[in-house]
C-alpha cells in the first residue's frame, strides 16, 4: 500500500537520499477527474520511481491529490513505495489528512470486497466488529444490519444488491475510522427500506465517487479557498 508523507525539509532529499522532485502549478488541474488522470500518467512516466517528491500549493488541493495517488495505485503496478509531500507544517498536515487517510482505507476495502466472491465478501463483512461496528445476521430476514453508535434517531441506510452494499460498508468503515458522532445503521438485504436507499452502480470508478461525494466532499472544496 501506498504510503503518504508530509515532510518540512526542503531540498529534494528523503531520510538522506536523493529522491524525483515534482513541482506542481495547480491551476491546470482544475477538476478532481483531470488531477486523476494527471496522477495516472505520473505514475507512468515514473513507474520504476521508488519515492516521489513534491511541491504544490497545500490545504485541500493537496489531499485530494495524495487521494489520487492513493487509488491510481491500488492495482500496485509500479515500484513506487512513498509519495512525498513538502509542507510548512507537518504535524497540522497529517491531522488535515486523516478524513482522507480513512476514505482511502475505506476504498480500498470496498475495492477488495468487489475482487471477492459474494460469500467470502459477506463473510469478510462480518469481522468488522474490531472497528466498533456492530454487526448482526438476521437468518430470518436474510439480512445484514450494521450499526454505528447507540442512539435513539439513528439514520438509517439501505443495500438491495451487492455492490449497493459494498458501498454501505465502505461509508461505514469511514465513518468508524473517523470516530463519526452521528448514529447511523445500516441494513442489506432484499426488500429493505431506510432513509438512504444505496444505488447498485456498475462500475469500480462511480462507486469511487459516489464514495468521496458521501465523505470528504460534503466537507471540503476540491481547491483550496
Not at 505514475?43 to 492513493?70: C, D, I, M, P
Amino acid at each position: 500500500m501506498l504510503e503518504i508523507v508530509f515532510d518540512e525539509n526542503k531540498s529534494s532529499d528523503f531520510l538522506g537520499q536523493s529522491c524525483r522532485l515534482i513541482k506542481i502549478e495547480d491551476s491546470f488541474l482544475s477538476s478532481w477527474q483531470k488531477m486523476r488522470l494527471y496522477v495516472r500518467d505520473l505514475l507512468k512516466e515514473y513507474a520504476h520511481e521508488r519515492v516521489l517528491k513534491f511541491q504544490t500549493k497545500q490545504g485541500n488541493f493537496l489531499y485530494f491529490l495524495a487521494l489520487a495517488f492513493s487509488i491510481e495505485s491500488y492495482a500496485e503496478e509500479t515500484n513506487l513505495e512513498t509519495v512525498v509531500f513538502e509542507v510548512e507544517d507537518s504535524g497540522k498536515a497529517f491531522e488535515q489528512y486523516r478524513p482522507f487517510a480513512a476514505l482511502t482505507n475505506a476504498l480500498r476495502y470496498m475495492r477488495d470486497l468487489l475482487r471477492m466472491d459474494e460469500k467470502e465478501a459477506y463473510a469478510d463483512i462480518k469481522r468488522l466488529g474490531y472497528l466498533g461496528l456492530k454487526i448482526h445476521e438476521d437468518y430470518l430476514k436474510k439480512q445484514i444490519v450494521v450499526q454505528w453508535q447507540e442512539g435513539k434517531c439513528p439514520q438509517y441506510f439501505c443495500a438491495n444488491q451487492k455492490n449497493a452494499a459494498f458501498l454501505l460498508i465502505a461509508l461505514f468503515k469511514f465513518w468508524a475510522i473517523c470516530k463519526d458522532e452521528q448514529q447511523r445503521i445500516g441494513i442489506i438485504g432484499e426488500n429493505v427500506l431506510g432513509d438512504v436507499i444505496l444505488p447498485n452502480l456498475s462500475t469500480e470508478d462511480e462507486m469511487i465517487e459516489y464514495v468521496i461525494n458521501k465523505t470528504v466532499r460534503e466537507k471540503c472544496k476540491l481547491m483550496t479557498d
